[in-house]
């Protein structure tokens, strides 16, 4: 379980979070959407431990993680995975030199282990062949598959992913979603994804937050968010001129 306890944020005199409270659980999707320079990132940040918050709490398992010493913090560290935007994969690195990265510094096993766990994470996101090929070498849609399978490697409690299907096509951006979702359930893992996606929200949210200037302005279920009563929620979903047609026939309903 994941819970942020009035997590706010400064960077000077701007306040990029601001009293923000969420829980996520394990074997759930749990998706933070808003504007780009709503707050989403740096709410992932703080809560993964790569930016410290300047008040609140974040509790990973009821161990108030972002309070604890440097080793401390280095040990759940092993049970979180990422998944950055755009991939992040080292260019220099074949498909299962990049899944074994985190297993050189997390783990104490073998080299063969390291490879074997690398080449069985591979399989598990459709990629058994790519294991010698470089990024520059695969698709967008196949280099986000190897993030997924880094990000896995080490089984990990908790799973952040910050826009996972930006620059990909609609139909991978489904592949992925999907693939996204099977592994938080099939392993029991708490996932926090943060997404400007509407179709990943109506697709794999178990649950939704809005963020809007810092601040948390709803949070709910997908199956609600077209009638959250926010009209700030309704300018973002609504924002295309076929998405406000669909607000008309809406609310014609």
Same mark, same amino acid.
Request: proline share 3%; with cysteine; charged share 25%.
């Given at each position: 379980? #994941?819970?942020?306890?009035? #997590? ?7 306040? =990029? ?11 759930? /999707? +749990? @998706?933070?959407?808003? =504007?780009?320079? +709503? ?6 940040? /703080?809560?993964?431990?790569? @930016? ?6 974040? @509790? ?6 972002? *309070?604890?010493?440097? *080793?401390? *913090?280095? !040990? #759940? ?5 990422? @998944? ?23 783990? &104490? ?23 010698? *090929?470089?990024?520059?070498?695969? $698709? ?8 997924? =399978? !880094?990000? #896995?490697? %080490? ?5 952040? /992913? ?5 620059? %990909? ?8 979603? !999907? ?34 200037? &810092?601040?948390? %302005? ?21 924002? +295309? ?5 669909? !607000?008309? $026939?809406?609310?014609?309903?």
């Amino acid at each position: 379980m #994941i819970q942020a306890r009035h #997590i706010s944020k400064n960077f000077g005199s701007v306040k =990029a979070i601001d009293d923000i409270s969420i829980e996520c659980f394990p074997g759930k /999707c +749990s @998706l933070v959407i808003g =504007a780009s320079g +709503s707050g989403k990132t740096v709410l992932l940040k /703080c809560i993964v431990g790569l @930016l410290e918050p300047d008040e609140g709490e974040v @509790l990973l398992s009821d161990t108030v993680f972002n *309070k604890l010493p440097f *080793k401390e *913090k280095k !040990r #759940i560290r092993s049970g979180i995975g990422m @998944l950055f935007q755009g991939s992040a994969l080292f260019d220099f690195a074949t498909a299962e030199e990049n899944v074994m990265f985190p297993l050189d510094f997390f783990s &104490g096993m073998t080299k063969e282990e390291k490879r074997d766990r690398a080449n069985f994470c591979l399989a598990r996101v459709g990629l058994e062949n790519v294991n010698k *090929k470089y990024p520059s070498e695969l $698709s967008g849609g196949m280099q986000k598959r190897v993030g997924i =399978a !880094r990000a #896995i490697a %080490l089984n990990p409690k908790y799973l952040f /992913c910050d826009e996972p299907n930006s620059g %990909l096509d609609p139909q991978t951006s489904i592949l992925i979603d !999907r693939l996204i979702q099977e592994i938080t359930i099939e392993y029991g893992i708490t996932t926090l994804i943060n997404t400007h996606d509407m179709n990943s929200v109506m697709e794999i949210g178990d649950k939704v937050i809005f963020l809007h200037h &810092g601040r948390k %302005l709803w949070e709910g279920g997908k199956d609600g968010i077209f009638h959250s009563g926010s009209e700030e929620l309704d300018d973002f979903i609504f924002a +295309s001129n076929m998405a406000r047609e669909l !607000r008309k $026939s809406l609310n014609g309903i």
